[in-house]
């Protein structure tokens, strides 16, 4: 009666798409703060930009197996 909560892959798939997609958001929000003021690190905004589109490469790859895409 007390089994522990187990989920599924799907659901894992879609726990981990959502985190990625906040962080995705928050990255954003940053790369626009730091290019908002006057002396922004280009390196720095180079970096998190490259980290951004790692987490949409990674966040694509999890959408893919949750919708594959079938042919009809």
């Known amino acids: 009666m ?3 909560f ?3 892959t799907q659901e894992v798939l ?3 798409l959502e985190v990625l997609r906040r962080e995705h958001r928050d990255l ?4 626009h703060a730091l290019e908002d ?3 922004a690190d ?4 180079r970096r998190l930009k490259k980290q ?3 987490l949409r490469d990674r966040i694509q790859i999890i959408e893919d197996r949750l ?3 079938i042919i009809a």
């Open 2 to 4: 007390n089994a522990p």
């Open 42 to 45: 280009q390196l720095t905004v």
């Open 67 to 69: 919708l594959p895409d």
């Open 28 to 31: 954003d929000d940053a790369i």
């Open 14 to 16: 879609r726990v981990k």
């Open 52 to 54: 951004k589109l790692n």
């Open 6 to 8: 187990e989920m599924d």
């Open 37 to 39: 003021t006057a002396r």
